[in-house]
């Protein structure tokens, strides 16, 4: 039995601040067979997104080793155009995360460099492809990708985006700009904010342990 919703997500950097499924843009995704994939960037001043791209940041590197040489050149630059889709945190109908997951396990398979296989962080540049050009490209999925930017979702990637972020002692996260306010209903790379990381740890009693595993 296929379950009514799945998320994927990174284990050792993430904390959930409250029931992600109640989340509006969660339960329209739910309803219309949409995957959601955060956009990674900072909000702006007044809170207004400000998405980072592909070209010339680290998932760069990872997008170039996979693609190129078994890849037409354009395929590659319409990846290395696009915004950049953290794949720490994937979430959707739980039909449509299958079709996500196939589509993961079909690009290694049939599309990616030998490299790719063995390159820590390559997921990211699969991911992105997925995105930019199977779904926004090719329209070649059964179902379709939901990009919110950071900030304007319910999950907030502290990694390009540490200013203004509070946490309260009863572990709530909100990120601030000016009369602007934003609270996610779940955080992702805490370990970029190391004080940040271990206050969290410590509201939410979770073990040094279980967040410092490698999966």
């Not at 919703?5 to 995704?29: C, E, G, P, Y």
């Not at 590659?76 to 109908?93: D, K, N, Q, R, Y």
């Not at 271990?198 to 342990?209: G, T």
Request: neutral net charge.
């Amino acid at each position: 039995m296929i379950p009514a919703a799945v998320m994927l997500s990174d284990s050792r950097d993430s904390v959930a601040t409250s029931n992600i499924w109640d989340h509006a843009q969660v339960q329209h995704a739910l309803a219309n067979r949409r995957v959601i994939a955060p956009l990674e960037g900072a909000p702006g001043s007044k809170g207004e997104p400000g998405d980072a791209f592909i070209r010339g940041s680290a998932s760069d590197v990872w997008v170039r080793d996979c693609f190129s040489g078994v890849n037409p050149p354009e395929v590659v630059e319409a990846v290395l155009a696009g915004p950049i889709s953290c794949s720490g945190t994937v979430l959707g109908p739980g039909a449509a995360m299958l079709e996500y997951t196939r589509a993961v396990v079909n690009t290694y398979l049939n599309n990616v460099t030998e490299a790719c296989w063995t390159m820590g962080g390559s997921d990211q540049g699969v991911h992105n492809y997925i995105i930019s050009y199977l779904d926004r490209k090719l329209h070649a999925l059964p179902f379709r990708f939901v990009t919110p930017s950071n900030g304007h979702g319910p999950i907030y990637t502290f990694g390009l985006a540490q200013h203004g972020v509070r946490v309260s002692r009863f572990g709530v996260v909100t990120v601030h700009r000016h009369d602007w306010i934003h609270f996610p209903a779940y955080v992702h790379q805490i370990d970029r904010n190391p004080p940040m990381y271990e206050q969290l740890k410590q509201l939410y009693n979770v073990a040094d342990k279980a967040l410092e595993t490698k999966w």
